[in-house]
């Protein structure tokens, strides 16, 4: 999937907008090694139950699984170890007053390339509920529905 922009998105957390209501999104870096780079590329990774912590001053991404790089050998990485994510030392104190409020959390939401240089969406999120995750699938089934009716209408 690559856009007008130059992004290619490498990898989606596909949960995430059924599970949380995002308040917010926000841009970070990411250091990686090479052969987390070359995995990276070559679709191997899962945001799956990550999400972002905010420790000394530094947003750390915990439980980003990426796969070990086939030809890396003995210079692999760790699948599941954490990761630094670069942001603004302003964004970061922000961000941590904000996710010292009940109920808030950084969830990872996308990894994309833009440019050379590959970046994570983290988004600001609260927790739904399960009456809330109801409605969210009824209001989909409805809007499918009327969808595939006036798909019949036209024919």
């Known amino acids: 999937m690559k856009g007008e922009s130059g992004i290619k998105t490498l990898c989606h957390n596909s949960k995430a907008r059924f599970s949380y209501e995002i308040i917010e999104n926000h841009e970070a870096g990411i250091v990686l ?13 899962s945001l799956k139950d990550s999400y972002a912590v905010i420790k000394d001053g530094e947003m750390i991404l915990v439980n980003l699984h990426i796969n070990p790089y086939l030809q890396a050998n003995i210079f692999n990485h760790e699948p599941r170890a954490s990761r630094k994510l670069l942001l603004h030392k302003r964004e970061i104190l922000r961000l941590s007053s904000k996710v010292k409020e009940k109920g808030l959390t950084l ?5 994309y390339l833009k440019g050379s240089r590959i970046k994570v969406d983290i988004g600001l999120a609260k927790g739904k509920t399960a009456p809330d995750k109801k409605s969210a699938i009824k209001e989909r089934d409805v809007k499918r529905e009327m969808q595939r009716e006036l798909k019949n209408i036209r024919r």
């Open 107 to 111: 969830i990872p939401m996308s990894i």
């Open 33 to 45: 090694s090479g052969s987390e780079v070359k995995s990276l590329r070559s679709g191997g990774a």
